[in-house]
């Protein structure tokens, strides 16, 4: 079946970098969009950005540029999102999430991965 | 940029029709699509395209859009339909983003 497998929980001090994975599953990994969505505690979702498998273009919320990286590797079917200079406001559940149209994105998200909790504490 | 703005929070009693809003300016131009999150776990997609449903999503939940008001109904509500359910568009002009309303919390009485 179709899923998305999010790497373990981090913890990480201000200043930091953080890497989560996503690994996929059970459908054609280069033709369906991958967005990164977030959620801090209490709160609602957050996009933070998508990334194309196929050919490594992304495209990132203004709120994140210059912080966020999208890559992907598609010898093992996993997108990765990096978020560097951590600060406590980034400490959120992070997740990957499959856009549901193949090869160009609908902006609508059928697949989701658990969640990868990230925390950001001195 | 681009706001969605939910009700905080809907109550309805067992069996009866649960109604979420999610207005925004000129929404019916859009394509609206809905989330229910239970707690503690990850959001699950119950109306995509204004009004589809993908499936193993029980016929019971149905989406609207029109004006400047989209609408996820919730007919013969459950216990298990208890859950924060968000409304979401893609925004497609120069800066392509994504935007979600501020979620609605259903509860069941």
């Known amino acids: 079946q179709v899923q998305l497998v999010q790497s373990g929980a981090e913890v990480k001090k201000p200043g930091a970098s953080v890497k989560v994975s996503c690994k996929a599953s059970g459908y054609t990994f280069i033709s369906y969009y991958i967005h990164w969505v977030r959620q801090a505690p209490g709160q609602g979702p957050e996009w933070m950005g998508i990334i194309n498998p196929g050919v490594g273009s992304t495209n990132y919320a203004q709120k994140f540029q210059g912080r966020v990286t999208m890559t992907r590797d598609t010898s093992t079917s996993t997108v990765y999102m990096e978020l560097s200079i951590l600060r406590s406001e980034d400490t959120a559940v992070y997740y990957c999430?499959?856009?549901?149209?193949?090869?160009?994105?609908?902006?609508?998200?059928?697949?989701w991965g658990k969640g990868t909790t990230v925390t950001v504490s001195s | 940029s681009y706001v969605l703005t939910q009700p905080p929070s809907v109550s309805v009693a067992p069996r009866q029709t649960a109604r979420i809003t999610c207005g925004g300016n000129n929404i019916g131009s859009k394509s609206v699509h809905w989330y229910q999150q239970r707690p503690g776990q990850a959001p699950v997609m119950v109306v995509y395209d204004d009004s589809d449903r993908p499936s193993g999503i029980p016929e019971r939940f149905s989406g609207s859009n029109s004006g400047n008001t989209a609408t996820l109904t919730v007919s013969r509500v459950e216990a298990g339909d208890e859950a924060d359910y968000y409304c979401q568009v893609w925004e497609t002009g120069s800066d392509q983003t994504v935007v979600f309303g501020g979620g609605t919390k259903l509860t069941v009485l």
């Open positions: 999430a499959r856009d549901g149209s193949r090869r160009a994105p609908s902006g609508y998200m059928d697949v």
